[in-house]
């Protein structure tokens, strides 16, 4: 399913995910080139936003990281009509991934449902974890999912607990 050496679109949730634990380097491991829409970069930016422990994804759109490639949505009817549903930077990317026949990176439930629904291959943070431990990266994604757990990001049980079951670590 995840395949290396290709492009991914990145909402936000995932990107302060990994940013909250200092684990990009794990998505652009895997991914080299990670696009960013402008409706994302905006979220990661925005002063209001609770998110202390995005300093890494800040910073790496600050100094033009070479792995970060900010994109502008193009325009689409698709867009107006997910983001009646949806934040704009998750829109945008669903739009944008639909556009370059791309991989696409969600969290949110509602986000993943309407990028299946259009036929696009959709996956989100655990699977960044499962491939990297499955590459021999990481040991273990327990203690990153604590890591991430402490630092606000949130998880459904249910989904934390078959995760760890599927890797072998319960």
Do not use: C
């Not at 200092?22 to 002063?47: A, H, M, N, T």
């Not at 299946?116 to 273990?140: C, D, E, H």
């Not at 203690?143 to 630092?151: G, I, K, R, S």
């Amino acid at each position: 399913m995840i395949q290396s050496e290709m492009s991914i679109v990145s909402n936000t949730s995932p990107l302060i995910a990994l940013s909250a634990i200092k684990r990009l380097d794990l998505l652009y491991g895997i991914f080299p080139s990670v696009i960013i829409p402008q409706g994302v970069q905006k979220e990661i930016l925005s002063d209001g936003n609770p998110w202390n422990a995005a300093t890494a994804i800040r910073d790496a759109i600050s100094k033009k990281a070479t792995w970060v490639e900010i994109v502008s949505a193009p325009q689409h009817p698709l867009l107006a009509s997910l983001s009646q549903r949806l934040g704009i930077g998750e829109s945008e990317a669903i739009v944008l991934a639909l556009r370059q026949n791309m991989v696409v990176l969600l969290d949110d439930k509602a986000a993943r449902k309407a990028g299946n629904q259009l036929g696009l291959s959709v996956i989100g943070t655990l699977a960044i974890l499962a491939r990297s431990k499955k590459n021999g990266v990481i040991p273990q994604v327990e203690p990153l999912l604590h890591e991430m757990h402490d630092a606000g990001i949130y998880l459904a049980d249910s989904l934390v607990t078959e995760f760890l079951r599927n890797m072998g670590e319960t």
